[in-house]
């Protein structure tokens, strides 16, 4: 049983020497290594603290942990696991709790094609030095990244191989983080023996994923980080004496800047995602805050499509079965297990890839009600005799009468893409909240190629090509992705970016040297990467996460500890402020009496 790390915030102390903002991929490796420096650490996450067993099992469950925020408004829990950003040109689907997207991604852990990073817009000593190679060994050393070793023998994969035919291609196995045996992870968490239930991008009740919770986020508690959830940071401002103020207030506050207060830190590392760390640096600057004119630009959906093969002429199983399982059918696998890999081409902004995908159970009643309409309307069936036919209408009743785990909705895969766009989209602050400005991203070639591709793996296996449906005109006919980056990124100078390529926050105070910082602030996520990747950007994201704390902290002339990680129990929980801290409080009148009435969080909120 894991146990839980997160504490109150009620037990925020008034300063610590690193504040860490987020607790994804970024966020996890600035916490666990600045931990291992010795460095007193406070991580705040906006979300809750998940388990193994805490995830939705069912469509009402889901529905409960749904947020949709968008210009008209916000909608569900603010802190409900699944984070829809819905916009005018992109919608972005993100995780809302303690490890960030690492809770529901599919575990991908590829790198891209080498080539990705002769492009200009990476600073030239990423390129020069060997850290980021030693980056993704230690990201694949903390996630240790395996194939299954049943890979081929799942259905969804041998529908997969089917579609690679028409391509010539045949499919790889992808690493995932994931652990196919029980036992310590690296960071000492036992987990379980991942079961095959296909439900990874739900949520893992099995305990079985290997999160930034389980991991990164584990370690660095052990070695003495403070966890905080359930704290929304707001903006970050300059402190005369302790370095930065880091403004905060409580996530599920309804007011917009209710109970606002602030903790100080000599370093500030925002690892809050893409879109929030930008929308935090955007808030700093339209509070005072010099930062580069190129924060908020270079958006990137890492050329991101989600599409599905209705109904085809084989067996799929592609749709999660939960633990227990939901229904008596074979391993689903991970939710994601091969890749067609269509990268080797001559400009490498041309390469595609793309993999099958399990769709969770928790969804899987809706499925049926959703799908079959949705290809009536939407969708585009490959040529059939009459008798085709009629088998692929008798699968689509069997569907609607016995549900997901029979007939069409069985037989449907679901594609995940991804490519290079121009990375060319803009966020804004609009009524204090993070707008994506993206009008000529739909249009975009990479878009019309992903869906030529798509269409020809369906067919190739008999299937109806069906877009996501969130993306047809009659509903705005939007992209959706769920690998946004950029906002933050990289460049030499000011004059090309948002932060070096060590991380730091660039300075644009009035007489500063366009290679000025602002010391002690850093971004460590997917805001910093300046162009598509053009693959998964989970490791990337990590490697360049631990690159940029092996910079950290020689810059500082701090070690890194690669001591075994300590065991720790629940009673290991850090406690309360100690006595000598308290005057702090005085500067807080307000803060110290909301925290004083402020009830300790129920077990699993």
């Known amino acids: 049983m894991q146990a839980r790390l997160a504490m109150p915030a009620s037990k925020l102390k008034a300063h610590y020497d690193v504040v860490v903002v987020g607790s994804g991929y970024g966020a996890g490796v600035a916490a666990a290594r600045l931990a291992r420096c010795g460095r007193k650490v406070a991580v705040l996450e906006r979300g809750r603290e998940f388990l193994p067993g805490d995830f939705p099992e069912n469509v009402p469950q889901a529905s409960r942990e749904t947020q949709v925020s968008g210009a008209r408004g916000h909608m569900g829990s603010r802190t409900a696991l699944y984070d829809v950003r819905v916009g005018d040109d992109i919608h972005v689907m993100m995780a809302c709790g303690l490890g960030g997207t690492s809770l529901i991604n599919a575990n991908v852990c590829l ?4 080539r990705v990073f002769d492009d200009a817009a990476w600073p030239s000593a990423v390129r020069r030095d060997r850290l980021l190679a030693e980056g993704y060994v230690r990201a694949r050393h903390m996630l240790r990244p395996e194939a299954s070793s049943r890979t081929q023998s799942y259905e969804k994969v041998r529908a997969l191989r089917l579609a690679a035919s028409a391509f010539e291609r045949s499919v790889e196995p992808i690493p995932l983080h994931v652990a196919h045996t029980s036992g310590p992870n690296a960071a000492g968490v036992h987990q379980e023996a991942c079961k095959e239930c296909g439900d990874c991008c739900g949520g893992c009740n099995v305990g079985a994923k290997t999160t930034v919770a389980s ?11 403070e966890v905080f959830t359930g704290v929304r940071v707001l903006s970050l401002s300059k402190d005369e004496r302790n370095g930065w103020r880091v403004w905060a207030m409580p996530t599920d506050e309804d007011t917009p800047r209710g109970h606002k207060y602030f903790v100080t830190a000599d370093i500030v590392v925002l690892g809050a995602g893409t879109l929030g760390s930008t929308e935090i640096l955007l808030r700093s600057k339209a509070e005072g805050l ?7 630009s270079r958006f990137t959906s890492n050329g991101d499509a ?21 229904a008596a059918v074979p391993p689903v696998g991970q939710a994601v297990n091969a890749l067609i890999d269509l990268r080797d081409t001559k400009d490498v902004r041309d390469g595609l890839a793309m993999c099958e995908c399990a769709l969770p159970s928790a969804f899987a009643s809706a499925l049926p009600a959703l799908l079959a309409p949705g290809a009536a309307v939407f969708g585009e069936p490959e040529k059939r005799t009459l008798g085709d036919e009629l088998e692929a209408i008798e699968r689509a009743t069997d569907s609607l009468l016995k549900g997901a785990y029979q007939g069409a909705v069985h037989n449907t895969q679901t594609f995940l893409a991804v490519g290079h766009d121009a990375g060319n989209g803009v966020m804004r602050l609009e009524s204090d909240r993070i707008a994506i400005e993206w009008t000529n991203g739909p249009g975009q070639r990479v878009f019309q190629r992903i869906e030529e591709m798509v269409r020809t793996a369906a067919h190739a296996t008999g299937g109806s090509y069906m877009r996501n449906p969130a993306t047809e005109k009659i509903f705005g006919g939007n992209l959706m992705t769920v690998h946004p980056l950029g906002g933050c990124t990289m460049g030499e100078t000011s004059r090309t970016g948002v932060v070096n390529h060590k991380g730091q926050v660039f300075d644009t105070s009035a007489g500063s040297l366009p290679d000025a910082v602002h010391e002690g602030l850093y971004v460590c996520d997917g805001a910093v990467v300046p162009c598509p990747l053009g693959i998964h950007p989970l490791l990337t994201i990590t490697a360049l996460a631990e690159r940029t704390m092996i910079h950290l902290a020689h810059d500082y002339g701090w070690h890194i500890s690669d001591a075994p990680t300590p065991a720790r129990t629940t009673e290991q929980i850090p406690a309360a402020a100690p006595s000598e801290e308290r005057p702090r409080e005085r500067r807080l009148p307000w803060f110290a009496r909301w925290l004083r009435r402020s009830p300790a969080p129920v077990e699993g909120e």
């Open 215 to 225: 991991t990164y986020i584990a370690d660095a508690a052990a070695f003495g980080a």
């Open 306 to 326: 989600i599409a599905l093969a209705y109904n085809n002429d084989v067996e799929v199983n592609g749709i999660g079965v939960g633990d227990p399982a939901k």
């Open 111 to 114: 790198a891209p094609d080498p």
């Open 290 to 296: 010099a930062l580069s004119h190129w924060l908020g």
